[in-house]
């Protein structure tokens, strides 16, 4: 671990300050990500700024109805909250289904949606990877790729995004709150995090002088006809293989409206807006759903081990939607 210097800031326009005048300092909260990737040597920050004071732990109503979740709320926190569970139980569910109680307990709203991939060769510093050294090239293809991505890959990377909560918020059309020296700004939570192109070190559509603040979420939570489906190699503690956030509006046996997002499939969780308006005004059945899940995962490859993601993909996006369906908020899972 390279030496740095700590500074805290207490509230957001010293925080903003302060990283505005280092270009390799890095805000500290959770340290849930960022400490390992120094241990690591893949984060070198010359300096670390503290946010745990900044005075953005509220989770309170926006003036259209939904509900602002600040950036330092803890995972924890978030999905025990009684408005997110009533309301938003997608979103619940999926915090609940990643980590440890231990590791949501410290982990931030914020964090979450900065974390890195937890590609393999990403944290090997013997092997190039063109997340951690633009232009030296990706070890993971025509390497070991069981945990690789099949959509939206480019020659230049195949990392997976690695959160639950991201893919939850994702299939809700959440807002991403972010601050900087040029003032605020929102960024649609689908605009957030980018595709590898040719430039996979750049992971998201936030400045790097800028801070986040606060998540919106709208006021429809599909809280009657949801579910979080995810396939992972042990039954806790691990990063999904493939995992679905499916939400639906449902009159009767047909489907009025719905949202899929996938996680462990590419560099963001993924949303295909074609698939979801196929959706509408389809009976929710086996067909349907088979149909919609073909939609989704069309030009969809494998890397060699991760074939298997393929068919498991669909069968996951088929459960994910017949068991959204099927709740019903009354009588949850």
Known sequence: MNAFTYTRA???????GAIAGDGVARFIAGGTNLVDLMKANIERPSRLIDITRLPLRAIEPTSDGGLRIGALVTNTDL?????????YPLLSRAILAG?????????????????????????????????????VGCSAIGGFTRYHAILGTSEHCIAVHPSDMCVAMAALDAIVRVSGPGGDRAIAFEDFHRLPGDTPHIET???PDEIITAVDLPVRGFAEHYAYVKVRDRASYAFALVSVAAALRMSGGRIEEGRLALGGVAHKPWRDRAAESALADQPASRQTFEGIADLMLRGARDFGFNAFKLPLAKRAIVRGLAQAAAVNGAARP
């Not at 207490?10 to 903003?16: H, I, K, R, S």
């Not at 009684?82 to 309301?87: K, L, Q």
């Open 10 to 16: 207490e509230d957001v326009a010293t925080a903003v």
């Open 79 to 87: 999905a025990y909250h009684p408005e997110i569970e009533r309301r």
């Open 99 to 135: 980590a440890s109680a231990q590791l949501r307990n410290m982990a931030s709203v914020g964090g979450n949606l900065m974390q890195r991939t937890r590609c393999a060769y990403f944290y090997d510093n013997a092997t190039p990877c063109n997340k951690r050294t633009p232009g």
């Open 205 to 207: 559509n936030k400045w």
